[in-house]
């Protein structure tokens, strides 16, 4: 069985040792980011490459191509697409699901068409006037039922392009008021105000995966982030949440968490989480994730079955009157 957690890499192509790596410790999953990413045809090789060095055919590959300032796969190669909040501003309620449920079956046909089978979208986070700029014009709305709606839509134009989603930041990180890429956020509100971040994931709890969030919640757990929280995790996310599905921890290399590699990975999968996430492709940090992370068995490789078994192959789409269509809501919306 594969282990529990995901990787990256280094760059364009997989080298040696990154090959042997991944022979070796067999991850459940790889992600990319702009650094490894050129054009089409390399993309393709990279993987392919791969799921040749894991031995499975479905290994899943992800990316974060939410639209706006996260695109990791952007011009002159692919299309732009408009950021979530800019889609939700622009266009009235039904219109507005219509677009993001077509920017989203337009980047699974990118994504698909490369390789890739998760997107880590949609982002569920509830906007506030004082939301960090890390989220910013990710955040749909600060309308949980707007968030909601808006997030289904994603999940639907994914899932049509045989592409997964993954919800993020859950339990909600519209409430952070710093960058968990730089530092823990701390977030002081009562159980009864978090309900209102908890309702999005609540409402789409039936999806495969999601991603956690590196934000501490006083009200919950004083002493661990979500990420690392056995109680954030078993209250709200199973709890509270319902959520059942495959939950990664985001990023185990950003500055949130403290401390040895091999200790934040332990940490994760203790608290609960079934996947750990390691994204910078350096390979001495992702061999203390690996040493760590366990092979995936019980309900985490359930979860992670199902969350496979949940990418079929793409729907029937023109691509060339979905990208006209495009064309036509970004010229409304005054985006590029």
Avoid at 104 to 131: H, N, S
Avoid at 306 to 320: C, Y
Wanted: charged share 25%; aromatic share 6%; with cysteine.
């Amino acid at each position: 069985m594969p282990k529990a957690f995901i990787c990256g890499c280094a760059g364009l192509v997989l080298d040696a040792e990154e090959r042997a790596f991944l022979r070796r410790e067999d991850p459940w999953g790889l992600i990319l980011f702009k650094r490894n990413v050129a054009d089409r045809d390399q993309v393709r090789a990279l993987t392919r490459l791969f799921r040749e060095c894991v031995g499975r055919p479905n290994a899943p590959v992800l990316i974060d191509q939410e639209g706006g300032r996260v695109q990791r796969m952007a011009p002159p190669h692919w299309r732009a697409y408009p950021a979530a909040a800019a889609i939700e501003a622009g266009l009235g309620p039904s219109r507005a699901e219509a677009a993001a449920r077509l920017v989203a079956r337009l980047i699974a046909f990118d994504l698909a068409e490369v390789g890739i089978t998760v997107d880590c979208a949609p982002v569920l986070d509830v906007a506030e006037p004082e939301t960090h700029a890390a989220i910013g014009s990710r955040a749909f709305s600060s309308q949980p039922e707007r968030v909601a709606a808006m997030g289904r839509a994603v999940a639907e134009g994914l899932f049509a392009g045989g592409v997964a989603p993954v919800v993020k930041h859950m339990p909600g990180h519209g409430r952070a008021r710093a960058d968990s890429h730089h530092e823990l956020p701390v977030v002081d509100a009562a159980w009864d105000a978090l309900k209102r971040d908890f309702a999005p994931f609540a409402a789409l709890n039936d999806l495969p995966m999601a991603m956690s969030a590196h934000v501490l919640y006083t009200a919950i757990d004083k002493r661990h982030p979500a990420t690392a929280s056995s109680i954030v995790v078993a209250k709200v996310m199973r709890g509270e949440i319902g959520f059942d599905g495959l939950i990664l921890s985001d990023d185990v290399s950003m500055k949130a968490l403290k401390g040895p590699y091999e200790e934040r990975a332990a940490a994760i999968i203790d608290a609960g989480l079934d996947i750990v996430l390691h994204c910078n492709g350096e390979l001495d940090q992702a061999r203390a994730v690996a040493f760590a992370a366990p092979q995936l068995s019980g309900s985490s490789l359930r979860r992670a079955e199902a969350a496979l078994a949940s990418i079929s192959g793409p729907q029937p789409f023109d691509v060339e009157q979905g990208v006209r269509q495009l064309a036509a809501i970004t010229a409304e919306l005054g985006v590029a």
